[in-house]
């Protein structure tokens, strides 16, 4: 599931490619997809807008349009973007042939460049393709479908993006912030960090890497966090999303970056996915537990239990 650091990423590679560029019109082959408003008005809504800016809210990509529109990408598990260059051409045949299919598949891409180092691979489960004024196209692929993608007058953000609390490389989110969060809650602290409504954008991945770094054991009640371990939970949060943003995002599974690259950063976790593997700083075996019903690593010697 794409997280902060990922989304981040690809909203700083669309920021580099599409602002400036213009969308002639939009396809939608799976129409959940489109979120609000009816995928008739969207697509008619879409046309011809100019892409003025690209920023992230949380998990939220978010397109600032001309026409005074905000277009906001949530890729929930499988969502990708992918940008292909002019010459590709789109195949819809699969539709009539065999609507099964064409349901799981969506359309075939080819294009008559082979050189252009394309895998028509990455290319399928097309939900949305965006088909800009110069030639390219921006596809939205989706192997399982959970992702969403919205339209919005600017002035309705706020609905837009209801529910998300304090964005984790903001300035506002202090160490005093972070403790007000926590104070009161009896919950895991694994299961408060992973609530959008606290921390916006933080995931499974990087509250295991936060915690980790912080030496707090996942089942901790958030409130029982003492000033001093929620200081370095904070540092853990920030240090986990920004290394994580500087090698490209994680991809384990279905995450792909702008290009259909995979990032590097499984290369640098430490607990996450590490179970049975030992401990960077005590040797100590790392563990895998299921905390609200996600898998959450830690090291049982250096995250312990127990609290003063
Ligand atoms: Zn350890």
Redesign the pocket.
């Given at each position: 599931m794409p997280e902060l650091p990922e989304v981040e990423y690809t909203a700083r590679q669309l920021r580099t490619a599409i602002v400036g560029a213009t969308i002639r019109d939009a396809q939608v082959f799976w129409e959940r997809t489109i979120g609000h408003p009816d995928v008739s008005d969207f697509l008619a809504e879409i046309m011809e807008r100019s892409v003025l800016g690209v920023r992230r809210r949380g998990k939220y990509l978010v397109l600032d349009l001309s026409g005074e529109l905000i277009l906001t990408i949530h890729r929930r598990m499988t969502g990708n973007l992918l940008l292909l260059p002019p010459g590709w051409e789109i195949d819809t045949s699969l539709r009539e042939r065999d609507a099964a299919a064409w349901n799981t598949r969506g359309p075939a891409f080819y294009s008559a460049d082979e050189s252009d180092g394309v895998d028509p691979v990455e290319l399928r489960y097309c939900r949305v393709c965006f088909n800009l004024l110069d030639g390219r196209t921006l596809l939205y692929t989706d192997p399982r479908k959970f992702g969403r993608i919205e339209l919005w007058p600017r002035e309705r953000e706020r609905e837009a993006l209801a529910g998300m609390g304090v964005e984790p490389l903001g300035d506002e989110f202090t160490v005093e912030a972070l403790a007000r969060s926590l104070a009161g809650r009896k919950g895991a602290i694994k299961q408060v960090l992973l609530d959008q409504a606290v921390i916006a954008g933080l995931g499974n991945i990087y509250a295991d890497e936060a915690l980790y770094y912080a030496c707090i054991h996942p089942l901790r009640p958030a409130r029982s966090l003492s000033a001093d371990e929620v200081r370095l939970l904070r540092e853990g949060v920030v240090a986990a999303l920004t290394l994580g943003i500087e090698h490209g995002g994680t991809s384990f599974s279905e995450y792909r970056d702008l290009w259909g690259e995979g990032g590097d950063n499984y290369n640098h976790v430490r607990v996450y996915q590490q179970n049975g593997k030992p401990?960077a700083?005590?040797g100590?075996l790392i563990e895998r537990i299921v905390v609200g019903q996600r898998g959450t690593h830690f090291?049982p010697?250096?995250q312990k239990l127990t609290w003063e």
């Amino acid at each position: 599931m794409p997280e902060l650091p990922e989304v981040e990423y690809t909203a700083r590679q669309l920021r580099t490619a599409i602002v400036g560029a213009t969308i002639r019109d939009a396809q939608v082959f799976w129409e959940r997809t489109i979120g609000h408003p009816d995928v008739s008005d969207f697509l008619a809504e879409i046309m011809e807008r100019s892409v003025l800016g690209v920023r992230r809210r949380g998990k939220y990509l978010v397109l600032d349009l001309s026409g005074e529109l905000i277009l906001t990408i949530h890729r929930r598990m499988t969502g990708n973007l992918l940008l292909l260059p002019p010459g590709w051409e789109i195949d819809t045949s699969l539709r009539e042939r065999d609507a099964a299919a064409w349901n799981t598949r969506g359309p075939a891409f080819y294009s008559a460049d082979e050189s252009d180092g394309v895998d028509p691979v990455e290319l399928r489960y097309c939900r949305v393709c965006f088909n800009l004024l110069d030639g390219r196209t921006l596809l939205y692929t989706d192997p399982r479908k959970f992702g969403r993608i919205e339209l919005w007058p600017r002035e309705r953000e706020r609905e837009a993006l209801a529910g998300m609390g304090v964005e984790p490389l903001g300035d506002e989110f202090t160490v005093e912030a972070l403790a007000r969060s926590l104070a009161g809650r009896k919950g895991a602290i694994k299961q408060v960090l992973l609530d959008q409504a606290v921390i916006a954008g933080l995931g499974n991945i990087y509250a295991d890497e936060a915690l980790y770094y912080a030496c707090i054991h996942p089942l901790r009640p958030a409130r029982s966090l003492s000033a001093d371990e929620v200081r370095l939970l904070r540092e853990g949060v920030v240090a986990a999303l920004t290394l994580g943003i500087e090698h490209g995002g994680t991809s384990f599974s279905e995450y792909r970056d702008l290009w259909g690259e995979g990032g590097d950063n499984y290369n640098h976790v430490r607990v996450y996915q590490q179970n049975g593997k030992p401990c960077a700083r005590c040797g100590m075996l790392i563990e895998r537990i299921v905390v609200g019903q996600r898998g959450t690593h830690f090291c049982p010697a250096c995250q312990k239990l127990t609290w003063e």
